[in-house]
């Protein structure tokens, strides 16, 4: 849902229907978090249950040629670099799940900073703004696939006597991420 209100906005602001463009955008910011908690939420709960399993699979670390955004391609160079110097696998499994949760709650900052100011129609540069929208969203999707590649094989890995204690923590609600609230731009009381 999220990929389709983003989606959608950026159809309508091609068409010019920029009021419509704006409201959507909004629309995709509420997606974006409830997307990103959820995906936090089970990196989270894979690192939990990862700590009682005794034999972990191995991960590949992030590519940086597979973000598009500066906050993702960072985050793939450090786990790039950290993955070499880590010696045990194990250590390498929980620091990508780290650095995937990461990831994801700042590109959501990010999100929600970029798309309220198109919303509240004070983007500086609206068209560098969209533009931004759309890689993050683009990173998010390829963290989704990451962390998606790592439940499938954890859930090999998993013990049968743990799935079930898996299952539940996985089925919990997740904790919403925390977006500190922008500052509104204040008009001037002096005259022009």
């Known amino acids: 849902m999220m990929s389709v209100a983003l989606d959608d906005a950026l159809s309508l602001r091609a068409r010019a229907e920029l009021v419509c463009a704006r409201q959507q955008v909004s629309i995709a910011t509420d997606l974006v978090s409830r997307f990103s908690g959820t995906l936090v939420a089970a990196c989270h709960s894979i690192a ?10 191995t991960v ?5 040629e597979f973000f598009r955004g500066e906050t993702a391609q ?3 160079s450090w ?4 993955h070499h110097v880590l ?11 780290r650095i995937l949760a990461h990831t994801i709650e700042q590109l959501c900052r990010e999100f929600h900073q970029a798309a309220g100011e198109i919303s ?3 983007a500086v540069q609206p068209g560098a703004s969209w533009t931004f929208l759309d890689a993050i969203h683009y ?23 743990q799935l079930a204690g898996f299952a539940v923590e996985m089925g919990k609600a997740p ?18």
Do not use: M, W
């Open 120 to 122: 509240d129609g004070v």
């Open 87 to 97: 010696f045990s696998e194990r250590a390498r499994f929980f620091h990508k799940l």
């Open 79 to 82: 786990n790039g670099l950290l």
């Open 48 to 57: 939990d249950q990862g700590r009682h399993v005794p034999d972990l699979p």
């Open 139 to 161: 990173d998010l999707n390829t963290c989704l696939r990451e962390a998606e590649v790592v439940l499938k094989s954890f859930l090999r890995a998993l013990p049968s006597e």
């Open 60 to 64: 590949e670390p992030l590519h940086e």
């Open 175 to 192: 904790v919403p991420i925390r977006v500190r609230a922008r500052a509104r731009p204040r008009l001037s009381r002096a005259s022009a």
């Open 74 to 76: 960072s985050a793939a």
